[in-house]
């Protein structure tokens, strides 16, 4: 009963998120009315057609454009520097040449100082956890893709960041590859009980992935659904795409995405 009760704890909410910017002709509006939240543990992820504002929520989220309208809630609080509460992974793994993988994944604490004994040995103890620590002193070069987005992920995880944003993580990776990355990223994100967000153009990425897909539709994006997935507790993205359901959530958002055509 006890765990009937247990409320879910809320990690971050954006509140009538609304944007408008300035252009030579006028006011353009880009995104309205945006409300979700995320959940402690749980993978959201944000589909739309194209322009229609899901890197703007990416950027919203980590402090680096303000809302016109709205609010963005962190633990229920507002935060002054919206940075210290996130992890941002990009499409390219940016990884330095002239650097060894554990000089990489060092990086965002040299950023935020945060060169702690607690947060070195969460590097370690990550490294040794997903199979790197034996390539600790290599350099990017001698990675593969694979390898090299799991380090760019751990070098993301390393400054224990309570939410992690993923814009198109793994569009710059060939198919092949990228299937087995998004299986990887995702183990170490429910290993690690990571809250995250991302935004990806691809529907089956998406579902594949996320506990929850918003839907946002054409300019100015706006949450036209927001859709609670249902898949077996331990199957993986890959496996996933082979269910029946799988299909049944790809059918309902594609009629979403005719329907603001």
């Known amino acids: 009963m006890m765990e009937e009760m247990k409320q879910v704890k809320e990690v971050l909410r954006l509140e009538n998120i609304g944007v408008t910017y300035q252009t030579e002709t006028g006011e353009v509006e880009a995104l309205r009315n945006i409300n979700f939240s995320v959940e402690d543990g749980e993978l959201v992820a944000v589909v739309g057609p194209s322009g229609c504002?899901?890197?703007?929520?990416l950027s919203l989220i980590a402090g680096l454009v303000r809302p016109t309208k709205g609010s963005i809630f962190f633990n229920s609080e507002e935060k002054e520097n919206q940075a210290l509460e996130v992890g941002y992974m990009l499409q390219r793994d940016?990884?330095?040449d002239w650097r060894t993988i554990y000089s990489n994944t060092q990086l965002g604490l040299e950023f935020q100082k945060k060169g702690k004994?607690?947060?070195?040995?969460?590097v370690d103890h990550l490294l040794k956890?997903?199979?790197?620590?034996?390539f600790r002193d290599k350099y990017p070069r001698e990675l593969s893709g694979g390898m090299r987005q799991r380090v760019a992920l751990i070098r993301t995880l390393a400054i224990k960041p309570n939410v992690l944003l993923l814009d198109e993580a793994f569009s710059a990776l060939d198919y092949q590859t990228r299937l087995l990355v998004v299986d990887d990223v995702y183990d170490i994100l429910r290993k690690e009980n990571k809250s995250a967000v991302m935004v990806t153009h691809d529907i089956a990425e998406g579902i594949s992935m996320a506990d929850r897909v918003i839907v946002l539709s054409q300019r100015p994006g706006t949450v036209s659904q927001n859709i609670k997935l249902d898949f077996k507790k331990d199957d993986l993205p890959l496996a996933r795409r082979s269910s029946p359901e799988?299909?049944?959530y790809f059918n309902m958002i594609w009629k979403e995405f005719d329907a603001h055509e």
């Not at 504002?53 to 929520?57: F, P, V």
């Not at 004994?117 to 969460?122: A, I, S």
């Not at 956890?129 to 034996?134: C, N, Q, V």
């Open 94 to 96: 940016s990884l330095l």
């Open 53 to 57: 504002g899901k890197t703007t929520i």
């Open 246 to 248: 799988f299909q049944t």
């Open 117 to 122: 004994d607690t947060y070195l040995k969460n």
């Open 129 to 134: 956890t997903y199979g790197l620590w034996e």
